[in-house]
């Protein structure tokens, strides 16, 4: 029912920003969250950051709160994350996420994206 395709991943030097771009697509625009997670291979998916549809509510993990802002424009139907002052060990595959509840918990994401690269050097 929904497609979430992200972009604006890439390689950068540590210090550095990207912003990540989350596009839905599908008949229902719900009003539910979204959100980002993080994976490094051989390890689980873990949380970033989620926001709810009106933008009120936002969350982020301990790891990149005041580095990292999620937003979202609805008219767009796209989320957005801005990464900046990256450091090494943000380096992961970045997924979005559309939840299927009011909660931001991994257990209720309905839906992934294809996932997006980020490489950070020192």
């Known amino acids: 029912q929904v497609l979430l395709v992200e972009s604006g991943g890439g390689l950068v030097h540590a210090g550095g920003s990207l912003r990540l771009s989350c596009t839905a697509s599908g008949r229902a625009d719900s009003r539910y969250p979204m959100g980002w997670f993080r994976q490094v291979p051989g390890k689980e998916r873990t949380f970033v950051a989620a926001i709810t549809w009106n933008g009120s509510i936002t969350s982020y993990s301990d790891s990149v709160r005041g580095r990292f802002t999620i937003s979202r424009d609805n008219a767009k139907s796209t989320v957005y994350l801005q990464m900046n002052i990256l450091k090494p060990e943000d380096t992961a595959v970045y997924y979005c996420?559309?939840?299927?509840?009011?909660?931001?918990?991994?257990?209720?994401?309905?839906?992934w994206g294809q996932g997006t690269q980020v490489t950070v050097s020192s």
């Open positions: 996420a559309g939840y299927t509840a009011h909660n931001f918990d991994i257990r209720w994401v309905g839906y």
